[in-house]
């Protein structure tokens, strides 16, 4: 018949799938997942959690890359239309969204926390029959935002958990934090959360990343490795329109400035120590063919193995655009939008989970896989490690139609069911066994 927790997994599957297709027709991205949020909480509610939201959940000018005001007041009317109450709606207002919903036990014991990220990406998702969420009728519904990165099975992961906890709260000691993260596209929703002080005393803290690998279902990495550093920058160069054919010469083009700009940053020289990265992501420039451009925008990003390799990427960056726009004699406004840093998964914990999935039939728990990209989790691991915790960042393997951030991206949906059973089995290793930091020093 197998264990409790098996019985468990079997019972819970139709309900995590259920949640991951409901959330991926619903995407909201960064900072407007007013409706996400507002289902958490009702999805929570009377669970025997102490449910968070608002300017509850995180420090308000901590946030990086919130939208401008007229675009959170489109989501606001937005969800208010799909029927958020007022009341509710009215705690977000100004984009504070994302949720914590914490279970005190009353019982000494350890504090654990977890992280589920839930926002998604401004990505109109493909029609194509063959694509799943098409062929089975989950595609989004939102007119250019797709769950293109898995955060929709994240929550799904997250309200598996919360059902495994509500379930067994008699039987548990402790203190349980779960962690709803708004924006991490882009490195913009976490540091404000980790400010809040919500992990402050965390002993363990367990997050993760459905896909990445393109491995077998229930491969389980213990710990990812080879976080990137990255900043997120705009910029916006404003000049004098002028006609182009009259006179050009009393112009000053900012088209120019940042197409000179995107060239010049793609030849930033790689660094000796490590990976770095840069990208322009959008530029947007110009209103017409016979018109001297007076406004361009571009949307770029560095990234860098350390954070001092970051660091050089962006300081070129920086410098090449702000030499563009001298050269091309228009102003340069510069907006940060977000960043992550790099951190290290405890290899120990690592082990932990390893031995607390041992008598799985389903999980293949390999020690570590690289990421090699960003993530803002990793304030939220640098601040566990530096208060005491262990903390971890996981990846869920699983095969993939197309890469993370694509049109057709898709994954199985039995990778949540393996790290659900991941996140599970680990707790309940831990309080069965104790400090399992003293047992693997034995």
């Known amino acids: 018949m197998g264990d409790s927790i098996d019985r468990f997994m079997e019972e819970i599957e139709p309900f995590v799938v259920g949640e991951r297709r409901k959330r991926h027709q619903y995407p909201e991205v960064g900072f407007t997942e007013y409706v996400t949020t507002y289902e958490l909480h009702e999805n929570l509610n009377g669970k025997g959690f102490k449910l968070y939201v608002g300017e509850d959940v995180l420090v308000s000018s901590e946030r990086m890359g919130v939208p401008d005001e007229h675009v959170l007041e489109a989501n606001e009317q937005r969800a208010q239309a799909d029927g958020i109450p007022d009341a509710f709606l009215e705690k977000m207002k100004g984009g504070h969204t994302g949720l914590v919903a914490v279970l005190e036990t009353g019982k000494p014991g350890p504090h654990f926390a977890y992280r589920f990220d839930i926002d998604g990406l401004p990505i109109e998702e493909s029609m194509d029959p063959q694509h799943v969420p098409a062929d089975e009728g989950f595609r989004s519904g939102a007119p250019g935002v797709m769950h293109a990165c898995g955060h929709d099975g994240h929550v799904a992961i997250g309200l598996g958990f919360a059902e495994y906890l509500t379930d067994r709260k008699?039987?548990?000691?402790?203190?349980?934090?779960?962690?709803?993260?708004?924006?991490?596209?882009?490195?913009?929703?976490?540091?404000?959360?980790?400010?809040?002080?919500?992990?402050?005393?965390?002993?363990?803290?367990?997050?993760?990343?459905?896909?990445?690998?393109?491995?077998?279902?229930?491969?389980?990495?213990?710990?990812?490795?080879?976080?990137?550093?990255?900043?997120?920058?705009?910029?916006?160069?404003?000049?004098?329109?002028?006609?182009?054919?009259?006179?050009?010469?009393?112009?000053?083009?900012?088209?120019?400035?940042?197409?000179?700009?995107?060239?010049?940053?793609?030849?930033?020289?790689?660094?000796?120590?490590?990976?770095?990265?840069?990208?322009?992501?959008?530029?947007?420039?110009?209103?017409?063919?016979?018109?001297?451009?007076?406004?361009?925008?571009?949307?770029?990003?560095?990234?860098?193995?350390?954070?001092?390799?970051?660091?050089?990427?962006?300081?070129?960056?920086?410098?090449?655009?702000?030499?563009?726009?001298?050269l091309y004699d228009v102003e340069l406004e510069l907006t940060h939008m977000g960043k992550a840093i790099t951190a290290e998964a405890d290899l120990e914990f690592g082990a932990i989970i390893e031995q607390a999935c041992a008598s799985s039939e389903s999980l293949k728990i390999v020690p570590q896989l690289p990421?090699?990209?960003?993530?803002?989790?990793?304030?939220?691991?640098?601040?566990?490690?530096?208060?005491?915790?262990?903390?971890?960042?996981?990846?869920f393997a699983s095969p993939l139609t197309a890469g993370h951030h694509h049109p057709l991206f898709d994954y199985e949906e039995k990778a949540l069911l393996a790290g659900l059973e991941t996140l599970i089995r680990t707790t309940d290793y831990l309080l069965k066994e104790g400090d399992a930091r003293e047992k693997l020093a034995d």
């Open 170 to 326: 008699d039987q548990l000691s402790g203190k349980y934090t779960l962690l709803f993260q708004p924006a991490e596209e882009g490195g913009r929703g976490a540091k404000a959360m980790v400010e809040k002080g919500w992990l402050d005393d965390a002993d363990y803290f367990l997050s993760g990343h459905v896909g990445i690998h393109p491995e077998q279902s229930g491969t389980i990495a213990a710990a990812a490795s080879k976080f990137l550093a990255s900043s997120k920058i705009n910029a916006t160069f404003t000049g004098k329109s002028a006609h182009s054919g009259l006179e050009p010469n009393e112009g000053r083009n900012a088209l120019l400035a940042a197409a000179s700009a995107t060239l010049h940053l793609h030849s930033i020289s790689r660094h000796k120590d490590g990976a770095t990265r840069v990208n322009v992501g959008t530029l947007h420039a110009g209103s017409g063919r016979n018109i001297i451009a007076e406004a361009a925008r571009m949307e770029i990003e560095t990234r860098g193995e350390t954070n001092e390799l970051n660091a050089y990427m962006e300081q070129h960056a920086l410098r090449i655009l702000q030499a563009s726009a001298l």
């Open 371 to 395: 990421i090699g990209a960003s993530e803002d989790v990793t304030y939220m691991i640098e601040r566990v490690r530096d208060k005491g915790g262990q903390a971890t960042f996981m990846i």
